[in-house]
């Protein structure tokens, strides 16, 4: 019964938070969602765990059930709301963590999934299609923070990386106008990420908790304070290898107590909590690659 007042919260939550999300679109128009999380990556990596957990009631309990209806609105609630927050990272967060939970239980939807992602250009937004586009740039595009270091090792060596990514040079222009760049907000990350490296590198033990955008200025010339981007890298960086690898095994544990409770449990109650579990916990670890997810929500 404390499970099930649990679960049913949960539901209460995520459901109320959808709808929320989904007014705010409707009221403000297409610009990024927020709703109570003040911010868009934030409201995408609530949004995609509770469109796995969402997914795994509908899924366990089926159209029939009453608790099923709810959880297929509120799926619809949730990518909806999910789409609207414009959190790249995210999208995959739910994406992946969708496909889990219909590889789990049925397949025959997972091709569903898969096909309605193939034809996306039909249905996904045209703010959402801008959010896609926008991850590209050109070199001329860029903003002062990375244009004004253009001619340091540090810059060159990301740009070249980012090159390498995604497609080189403009076949119109050979000068620096028209190389490729991703936006801003994902340049910000390799230059965090690169210089989080080094720390690592240089400390393996940790630089202490909470203190890493503090040492950042030390590894590199661009990003002077900045949060990691990254749980996982954050995490080395601050409580060391060591920590990073207690960390995993954590969640490890808790993935497989959700997988072993889904595969054993003959209760519909008890094999909702473990796939949503799963579900949840696949989103949180796509999210915390691209923002430093358990520290913020």
Request: glycine share 12%.
């Amino acid at each position: 019964e404390e499970i099930e007042t649990v679960m049913n919260g949960l539901m209460a939550g995520v459901v109320f938070e959808s709808l929320l999300i989904c007014a705010e679109v409707g009221i403000n128009g297409p610009a990024r969602a927020n709703g109570h999380l003040y911010e868009g990556n934030n409201a995408g990596a609530f949004l995609a765990g509770g469109f796995a957990i969402s997914l795994s009631l509908y899924l366990l309990l089926g159209w029939k059930e009453r608790l099923g209806k709810l959880g297929l609105g509120a799926t619809v609630a949730t990518a909806i709301g999910l789409v609207y927050t414009m959190s790249r990272g995210n999208w995959i967060g739910g994406v992946l963590a969708g496909g889990f939970v219909t590889l789990m239980k049925d397949r025959r939807l997972l091709i569903v999934l898969v096909i309605g992602i193939m034809l996306y250009p039909l249905w996904l937004p045209q703010r959402a299609m801008d959010r896609i586009d926008e991850s590209f740039m050109t070199s001329d595009r860029e903003t002062w923070r990375f244009r004004n270091k253009e001619d340091t090792d540090e810059v060159a060596a990301m740009a070249g990386l980012q090159e390498s990514l995604i497609g080189g040079v403009s076949d119109t222009d050979d000068s620096e106008v028209g190389k490729a760049r991703l936006d801003s907000s994902s340049q910000v990350r390799l230059f965090v990420w690169q210089a989080g490296l080094k720390m690592i590198q240089d400390y393996p033990f940790g630089v202490g908790y909470g203190v890493f955008p503090f040492y950042l200025h030390y590894y590199s010339d661009v990003i002077k304070f900045r949060a990691a981007h990254n749980t996982y890298l954050q995490l080395a960086a601050e409580t060391g290898i060591a920590g990073l690898l207690s960390f995993l095994l954590f969640l490890g544990c808790i993935g497989v107590q959700a997988l072993l409770l889904y595969l054993r449990s003959d209760d519909p109650l008890l094999k909702w909590v473990g796939l949503a579990a799963m579900g949840t916990l696949l989103s949180m670890l796509i999210a915390a690659v691209f923002y430093n997810f358990f520290f913020i929500i």
